[in-house]
């Protein structure tokens, strides 16, 4: 299948991707290309199995619910690379607005 | 011969014989490093305290050798970037699994090197921090996405290295810069701390000079680890056990013998492998399951586990913000959100999934009759730079021959097999064995490789 770029544009949004129009163009592009080889999979014969997501096995590891300390960050140490922080808490972006504004 | 010549095992019986010193080994590579770093662009940052922590670590397994460690395993205090400028000037706050035993057993890191940027490629041409060259010969690729720490080892800019393979990025540069490249079992080693491409297949491994050196250093490495709830519970064998084994009597397959774009590759292989036919070992030419449909498989898998593991970069808690991703990781995201989407999910990610149960029941089969599989490592000899520009596919379709082995989480080892001496580069073989059964590929790989005249570091000119 092809893809159009105003398509790319819409999943851009969704992966909270900037992108330029002149880029949406080429990545639709590539896109189509991708899905030309990967629409080969549909040649396969899966009528009989089921998906793998994963292939250790291994089901439900856990471990103890407790705190360690020495697994831990310090507060100093979780804001260490963050680029702006206010009175010991990471700066996000705004996303909510008021009814008024 | 320079001391950053030897291998492993050769430096750790020279510093226990006392015939040479730690410092020594280490001038030798430090002035290597002045020699050939800059042109080749191998290292992106350089421990400085390396020599200082090797002196501490005299008395650990690993003597305080100096390991070369892919730029995408968190290192503390030590700037990690996954060759991304999004990750420019980040200093991770905690150690990845993997360095922190590697320091306990006495490895130090010398520097970390450069990968396609976020492990996104196959030929270290995308990273944000300039290509790498292929040390065996400059006008060609190392392949990637290992593939700084494949040249740092073929270039004896390391005595050897740590990388990571999610579907060929331990293997491929190990074939294309003659090196051996050992990725194990998927949850033989713990991922906690390397920067996330793919959790289903992600898998850290050795890159070293010779079989024997990469089980002496995936000895360091491997194990549980309660911070990765897929690490096998399980204690690791002991690697190095199963060098200088008999393989008398062992069966192995010989796959993609049908595929018709490697036919010059398949027939050079099959040549080689009659050493094996000499020593004991069955070689039959078997048939496997179509290579071509993983390639569709692991582009929907990858990119949509991609699309997961790199939403966390949103520049608040460390990092810059999203425009700073380069154009494979956006193209690479948005596939894999387009083909999560609703409408689209079951079209792809669910057929993808279906599909890697094909191979998964395909390899039960070929393990009934045969202990081992064998199959070119890489379609051809190392591409020439610029090659990766060529499609948006380029990585997936040198990748073809792993992506089945990577999808299933089976063990595989890549060992050289031919070199071509008008152009010095390589081929390699790569040998694959059932889940958790790396002995019976390390027993292969290692006759292999002491009864044929491919590696460079056993065969000295």
Same mark, same amino acid.
């Given at each position: /299948?092809?893809?159009?770029?105003?398509?790319?544009?819409?999943i851009?949004?969704?992966?909270?991707?900037?992108?330029?129009?002149?880029?949406?163009?080429k990545?639709?592009e590539?896109?189509?290309?991708t899905?030309?080889?990967?629409?080969?999979l549909?040649?396969?014969?899966?009528?009989?199995?089921?998906?793998?997501?994963?292939?250790?096995?291994?089901?439900?590891? #856990?471990? @103890?619910?407790?705190?360690?300390?020495e697994?831990?960050?310090?507060?100093?140490?979780?804001?260490?690379n963050a680029k702006?922080?206010?009175?010991?808490?990471?700066v996000?972006?705004?996303? #909510?607005?008021?009814?008024?504004? | 011969?320079?001391l950053?010549?030897?291998?492993?095992?050769?430096?750790?019986?020279?510093?226990?014989?006392?015939?040479?010193?730690?410092?020594?080994?280490?001038?030798?590579?430090?002035?290597a490093?002045?020699?050939?770093?800059?042109?080749?662009?191998?290292?992106l940052?350089l421990? *400085?305290?390396?020599?200082?922590?090797? *002196?501490?670590?005299?008395?650990?397994?690993l003597?305080?050798?100096?390991?070369?460690?892919?730029?995408?395993?968190?290192?503390?205090?030590l700037?990690t970037?996954?060759?991304?400028?999004? #990750?420019?000037?980040?200093?991770p706050?905690?150690?990845?699994?993997?360095?922190?035993?590697?320091?306990?057993?006495?490895?130090?890191i010398?520097?970390?090197?450069?990968?396609?940027?976020?492990?996104?490629?196959?030929?270290?041409?995308?990273?944000d921090?300039?290509?790498?060259?292929?040390?065996?010969?400059?006008?060609?690729?190392?392949?990637?996405?290992?593939?700084g720490?494949?040249?740092?080892?073929?270039?004896?800019?390391?005595?050897?290295?740590?990388g990571?393979?999610?579907?060929?990025?331990?293997?491929?540069?190990?074939?294309?810069?003659?090196?051996v490249?050992?990725?194990?079992?998927?949850?033989?080693v713990?991922?906690?701390?390397?920067?996330? /491409?793919?959790?289903?297949?992600?898998?850290?491994?050795?890159?070293?000079?010779?079989?024997?050196d990469?089980?002496?250093?995936?000895?360091?490495?491997?194990?549980?680890?309660?911070?990765?709830?897929?690490?096998?519970?399980?204690?690791?064998?002991?690697?190095?056990?199963?060098?200088?084994q008999?393989?008398?009597?062992?069966?192995?397959?010989?796959?993609?013998q049908?595929?018709?774009?490697?036919?010059?590759?398949?027939?050079?292989?099959?040549?080689?492998?009659n050493? #094996?036919?000499?020593?004991?070992?069955?070689?039959?030419?078997? *048939?496997a399951? &179509?290579?071509?449909?993983?390639?569709?498989v692991?582009? +929907?898998?990858?990119?949509?586990?991609?699309?997961?593991?790199?939403?966390?970069?949103?520049?608040?808690r460390?990092?810059? &913000?999203?425009?700073y991703?380069?154009?494979?990781?956006?193209?690479?995201? /948005?596939?894999?959100?387009?083909?999560?989407?609703?409408?689209?999910?079951?079209?792809?990610?669910?057929?993808?999934?279906? +599909?890697?149960?094909?191979?998964?029941?395909?390899?039960?089969?070929?393990?009934?009759k045969y202990?081992?599989?064998?199959?070119?490592?890489?379609?051809s000899?190392?591409?020439?730079?610029?090659?990766?520009?060529?499609?948006?596919?380029?990585?997936?379709? @040198?990748d073809?021959?792993?992506?089945?082995?990577?999808?299933?989480?089976?063990?595989?080892?890549?060992?050289?097999?031919?070199?071509?001496?008008?152009?010095?580069?390589y081929?390699?073989?790569?040998?694959?064995?059932? /889940?958790w059964?790396?002995?019976?590929?390390i027993?292969?790989?290692?006759?292999?490789?002491?009864?044929?005249?491919?590696?460079?570091?056993?065969?000295k000119?």
């Amino acid at each position: /299948m092809s893809v159009n770029n105003s398509q790319v544009k819409h999943i851009a949004e969704l992966a909270n991707i900037p992108i330029t129009e002149e880029e949406s163009v080429k990545i639709a592009e590539a896109f189509s290309e991708t899905l030309i080889v990967v629409d080969r999979l549909k040649k396969a014969d899966v009528s009989k199995v089921g998906v793998t997501h994963q292939v250790t096995g291994f089901k439900n590891i #856990l471990r @103890e619910d407790v705190v360690k300390q020495e697994q831990s960050f310090t507060q100093k140490e979780a804001l260490a690379n963050a680029k702006t922080t206010y009175k010991g808490y990471f700066v996000v972006p705004y996303v #909510l607005q008021s009814k008024d504004t | 011969m320079k001391l950053n010549e030897l291998t492993l095992a050769e430096s750790l019986a020279a510093l226990d014989k006392k015939e040479v010193s730690i410092e020594e080994i280490y001038r030798d590579l430090d002035q290597a490093y002045q020699a050939k770093n800059q042109d080749l662009n191998i290292y992106l940052s350089l421990n *400085k305290t390396a020599l200082a922590q090797a *002196k501490k670590a005299s008395r650990k397994p690993l003597r305080g050798l100096p390991i070369a460690v892919k730029d995408n395993f968190c290192t503390k205090d030590l700037p990690t970037t996954a060759s991304s400028k999004l #990750l420019n000037g980040f200093l991770p706050q905690y150690e990845s699994t993997v360095t922190q035993k590697l320091k306990e057993n006495g490895g130090v890191i010398y520097g970390k090197t450069n990968l396609d940027a976020w492990a996104h490629g196959s030929s270290t041409e995308t990273s944000d921090y300039g290509r790498t060259l292929n040390p065996r010969n400059t006008k060609h690729l190392p392949g990637g996405s290992s593939g700084g720490s494949a040249a740092a080892v073929a270039a004896d800019l390391s005595i050897a290295a740590i990388g990571s393979e999610t579907a060929g990025s331990i293997r491929q540069p190990a074939a294309w810069c003659g090196t051996v490249g050992f990725k194990p079992s998927y949850g033989r080693v713990s991922r906690f701390g390397v920067v996330a /491409m793919a959790s289903s297949t992600d898998c850290p491994g050795p890159l070293a000079k010779t079989v024997e050196d990469a089980c002496i250093l995936l000895n360091s490495f491997a194990g549980p680890d309660e911070k990765d709830a897929t690490c096998n519970k399980e204690k690791a064998p002991d690697f190095t056990s199963f060098l200088d084994q008999s393989i008398k009597g062992m069966k192995i397959g010989v796959i993609y013998q049908d595929v018709k774009e490697i036919a010059q590759t398949n027939e050079k292989l099959l040549e080689e492998l009659n050493i #094996l036919k000499e020593m004991g070992v069955q070689v039959e030419i078997t *048939k496997a399951l &179509d290579p071509h449909h993983a390639i569709g498989v692991y582009t +929907v898998v990858q990119r949509a586990e991609v699309s997961s593991n790199l939403a966390r970069y949103d520049g608040i808690r460390y990092g810059k &913000d999203r425009s700073y991703f380069g154009d494979e990781a956006k193209r690479r995201i /948005m596939l894999g959100t387009f083909t999560l989407t609703k409408g689209h999910a079951d079209q792809y990610y669910n057929l993808a999934q279906k +599909v890697r149960t094909l191979y998964l029941e395909n390899y039960k089969e070929l393990f009934k009759k045969y202990d081992v599989l064998v199959a070119p490592t890489s379609p051809s000899f190392a591409k020439e730079i610029g090659a990766s520009a060529s499609s948006p596919m380029f990585g997936e379709l @040198e990748d073809m021959l792993l992506e089945p082995s990577s999808v299933t989480g089976l063990p595989g080892i890549n060992v050289p097999f031919y070199r071509d001496e008008t152009s010095n580069l390589y081929l390699g073989a790569n040998f694959i064995a059932p /889940m958790w059964q790396e002995n019976l590929i390390i027993k292969i790989a290692d006759a292999f490789e002491k009864n044929t005249k491919w590696n460079s570091w056993r065969n000295k000119s």
